[in-house]
């Protein structure tokens, strides 16, 4: 059974700094992407950041603020979020899949989801 557990999330202030985190198991962290999305109340889910094969890959809205990273023996993904803005309040999201480079943006193409964190930046 595939799980996706993440963590980390909190009640921060503009400017603060929070790290999440995501545990996965029951399928190969190696061998799939990592990708981090996030859903704002009436609004679409968007996508923030991916690893693939060492690779990261950014929205632009979090581009320069956020960095992704995994560690592959703890089978855990981590997404570094810097400078929050009240804008960046949403539901935070790990999924993972076997997802080719050009679709890594799209969340349809990602077969396994956590059950989200909840983060939320006051002004």
């Known amino acids: 059974q595939v799980q996706l557990v993440e963590s980390g999330g909190g009640l921060v202030q503009a400017g603060d700094s929070l790290r999440l985190s995501c545990v996965v198991s029951?399928?190969?962290?190696?061998?799939?992407?990592v990708g981090w999305f996030r859903q704002a109340p009436g609004k679409e889910r968007e996508f923030i950041a991916a690893?693939?094969?060492?690779?990261?890959y950014y929205g632009d809205s979090v581009k320069g603020r956020f960095t992704i990273s995994r560690d592959r023996p703890k089978a855990t993904s981590y997404l570094q979020m810097n400078s929050l803005k009240p804008e960046d309040t949403a539901v935070y999201y790990c999924?993972?899949?076997?997802?080719?480079?050009?679709?890594?943006?799209?969340?349809?193409?990602?077969?396994?989801w956590g059950q989200g964190t909840q983060v939320t930046v006051s002004a």
């Open positions: 029951g399928l190969s962290f190696s061998a799939h992407v």
């Open positions: 999924a993972a899949g076997s997802v080719i480079t050009s679709q890594l943006r799209r969340s349809e193409s990602y077969n396994y």
């Open positions: 690893i693939k094969s060492g690779n990261t």
